[in-house]
């Protein structure tokens, strides 16, 4: 049996962020549901947000990126189901 999968919702999470998010945004941990680190690793094995801005050496992403790469990143977990 094929599973659909169900998107989350990012709306309200898309009113909060800046239109580019540096991983060193001091709001980072209080508005995302992941750590900084975690994407960093991601993004280090090429499983990332797609656009990445580097200043100087802090490294940002693009709201609509970053954003793609949670909707990638999480699932609907239903009643009874292990996460």
């Known amino acids: 049996m094929e599973k659909e999968k169900q ?17 060193n945004w001091r709001r980072w941990r209080d508005v995302l549901p992941i750590a900084p ?8 094995l090429g499983r990332g947000p797609k656009e990445r801005i580097m200043c100087g050496r802090v490294c940002g992403y ?13 699932r609907v977990v239903k009643g009874g189901e292990p996460c």
């Open 7 to 23: 998107m989350v919702d990012f709306t309200e999470l898309e009113k909060e962020l800046p239109p580019i998010v540096f991983r």
């Open 37 to 44: 680190r975690s994407v960093a690793n991601d993004d280090s």
């Open 62 to 74: 693009p709201r609509n990126s970053l954003l793609d790469y949670l909707r990638v990143k999480s």
